[in-house]
């Protein structure tokens, strides 16, 4: 990974292709106000860099996100060695969130301008290098609400080298002032090299050799007080030795110039070490290289239902891959003194499965067979013990997996806040309202989610009630009901306790000779302190 830190570029980099600004390879340098002290000691600029938006890391494929935003943002490297890129993103109304990984966590990108007219907005991400691959969680709320991961990618690379002396037979003593590894963009077809020297007040001439000639580098920035410095400066390919003339001079004491190559692509050569035969280690054909936990479910013969005894087999089940290209399934059964002669089919005989472990005291045992493959049917026999009179006999099941399992969401924080039931107009009070307890609880989910928990009065009036969960009327959940008190407990997602929902209510009560439905709007207020 690159050292930014002492990067600082300069208005004089305005001069590095200049005609190639609208291309997306282009690095142009954008300069950052300061105080006539500050330029003189220390220059701060932007770099104009391209970048591409992937669907996956692997980089194979490009996400259609990125026709939502201007595929050229500006980099801005701080003091302390930060980087911020500024990105365009298009049609900025609809995007709800713009989430960037930041030392592991997704963190929002801060709005730094909007255009209203062209409807775009300049977002602003931490970096960690340009090198590095950035993931990215968009929201975005069209016709319905859509959700994608994407990858971000700058068109740069960082690039380690040699600094060989004029015989190409060592390496220089100019090595320790040459910053590796170095980074490289390409402008208009052109490999650009940045590189950042050290000891600067020491230089007095650094050339590099660019079609047979040796021609001065390009200054990006510098700073006197570190004596550091960014050059620029052009090469063919990684695959050519690039001759450099480095004029070093201290008063009174010193005054060279040297003589060196840079090699990208390790193309000198040097003794080779005396090569020991490899150690070759045994393949261990049982070595787990891959393991994904699945849903699943123990269902009967017809394959469509679920068994009696699929309650007594916990979820998920754990499927290993080994180096032989074998898998095996994990699973760990409940009340274990009632499963009897436990057999899965393997390679066409029923073969006993084997324990791994027992826990005596939650009464289960984990046990481990081989499967065909992560999705393959697998029949299994088994007895249930008298002891359970209700499901005791043999049986004759099918373990069927399902999806990949994902670990459910846990309650981060549990807030209580006012609210009111709004009318359809979103004005005024509705009549409802007066059938609903404040506060309201919310709780927000590990995965970003909301739900919200209300109580409702004269529980036995309420035929329906539905809430707008992104973008559907869905009804809502009860968790408990009080026919003492005629009330019930329901709970419905919703999108965040600063935005409205929607709900739809019918309300038949018998006794008052009523019946009507009604269209409210929920608004939550401030959070409720203990």
């Known amino acids: 990974m690159i050292n930014f830190k002492g990067y600082f570029l300069s208005a004089a980099a305005a001069a590095?292709?200049?005609?190639?600004?609208?291309?997306?390879?282009?690095?142009?340098?954008?300069?950052?106000?300061?105080?006539?002290?500050?330029?003189?000691?220390?220059?701060?600029?932007?770099?104009?860099?391209?970048?591409?938006v992937y669907?996956?890391?692997?980089?194979t494929e490009v996400s259609s996100m990125g026709r939502a935003m201007d595929l050229m943002s500006q980099v801005e490297i701080t003091s302390d060695g930060k980087i911020y890129a500024y990105m365009t993103i298009k049609n900025a109304k609809i995007w709800n969130s713009f989430k960037t990984e930041v030392n592991g966590v997704m963190v929002e990108a801060e709005k730094v301008s909007e255009n209203r007219e062209a409807d775009t907005a300049v977002m602003k991400i931490q970096v960690p290098s340009l090198s590095a691959t950035?993931?990215?969680?968009?929201?975005?709320?069209?016709?319905?609400?859509?959700?994608?991961?994407?990858?971000?990618?700058?068109?740069?690379?960082?690039?380690?080298?040699?600094?060989?002396?004029?015989?190409q037979a060592a390496i220089s003593?100019?090595?320790?002032?040459?910053t590796a590894?170095?980074?490289?963009?390409?402008?208009?077809?052109?490999?650009?090299?940045?590189?950042?020297?050290?000891?600067?007040?020491?230089?007095?001439?650094?050339?590099?050799?660019?079609n047979g000639e040796l021609v001065e580098v390009t200054t990006i920035s510098e700073d006197q007080e570190a004596h550091t410095k960014v050059v620029s400066f052009e090469i063919p390919s990684y695959d050519v030795l690039i001759k450099t003339a480095s004029h070093i001079s201290v008063p009174n004491m010193y005054d060279m110039t040297h003589i060196t190559y840079l090699d990208f692509n390790n193309i000198v050569k040097t003794t080779p070490p005396v090569v020991l035969p490899p150690v070759v280690k045994p393949v261990d054909p049982n070595k787990v290289i891959s393991s994904i936990k699945y849903n699943y479910a123990l269902v009967t013969k017809s394959k469509k239902m679920n068994s009696a005894v699929n309650k007594y087999m916990a979820k998920p089940i754990k499927i290993e891959k080994t180096k032989s290209g074998k898998?095996?399934?994990?699973?760990?059964?409940?009340?274990?003194?009632?499963?009897?002669?436990?057999?899965?089919d393997?390679?066409?005989?029923?073969?006993?499965?084997?324990?791994?472990?027992?826990?005596?005291?939650?009464?289960?045992?984990?046990?481990?067979?081989?499967?065909?493959?992560?999705?393959?049917?697998?029949?299994?026999?088994?007895?249930?013990?008298?002891?359970?009179?209700?499901?005791?006999?043999?049986?004759?099941?099918?373990?069927?997996?399902?999806?990949?399992?994902?670990?459910?969401?846990?309650?981060?924080?549990?807030?209580?806040?006012?609210?009111?039931?709004?009318?359809d107009t979103k004005k005024g009070t509705s009549a409802t309202n007066a059938y609903m307890v404040k506060p309201a609880t919310i709780m927000k989910m590990s995965d970003g989610k909301y739900y919200a928990t209300v109580t409702i009065k004269n529980a036995s009036w309420w035929k329906s009630f539905k809430t707008d969960v992104n973008g559907k009327m869905t009804t809502v959940k009860t968790v408990s009901t009080n026919k003492a008190k005629n009330t019930k407990v329901v709970k419905f997602q919703i999108a965040s306790p600063t935005k409205q929902v929607k709900s739809t209510i019918h309300i038949k009560a018998a006794s008052a000779n009523y019946e009507g439905k009604y269209t409210n709007y929920l608004k939550f207020g401030k959070e409720v302190k203990k």
């Open 16 to 52: 590095l292709i200049v005609s190639s600004a609208c291309s997306v390879n282009a690095l142009a340098i954008d300069s950052t106000k300061q105080t006539a002290n500050e330029q003189t000691a220390k220059e701060v600029n932007k770099i104009a860099l391209g970048f591409h």
């Open 55 to 59: 669907k996956a890391e692997d980089l």
């Open 134 to 167: 950035i993931k990215a969680d968009i929201e975005i709320q069209a016709q319905s609400t859509m959700k994608h991961t994407t990858f971000i990618k700058f068109e740069a690379e960082s690039k380690e080298f040699k600094v060989w002396n004029d015989k």
């Open 173 to 178: 003593s100019m090595s320790s002032y040459m």
């Open 181 to 210: 590894p170095a980074y490289v963009t390409t402008v208009d077809g052109k490999k650009i090299v940045l590189l950042k020297i050290t000891g600067t007040d020491m230089w007095k001439s650094f050339q590099t050799e660019v």
């Open 327 to 344: 898998y095996y399934a994990t699973v760990k059964l409940k009340n274990a003194g009632l499963w009897k002669s436990v057999k899965t």
């Open 346 to 423: 393997v390679n066409g005989k029923m073969t006993a499965v084997k324990i791994v472990s027992s826990d005596a005291k939650a009464n289960t045992k984990t046990v481990k067979f081989q499967v065909k493959s992560p999705k393959a049917v697998t029949k299994t026999t088994f007895t249930i013990s008298a002891k359970d009179k209700k499901n005791a006999g043999k049986y004759t099941n099918y373990i069927k997996v399902g999806s990949v399992y994902k670990k459910p969401a846990t309650v981060v924080s549990t807030k209580k806040y006012n609210y009111t039931a709004l009318k």
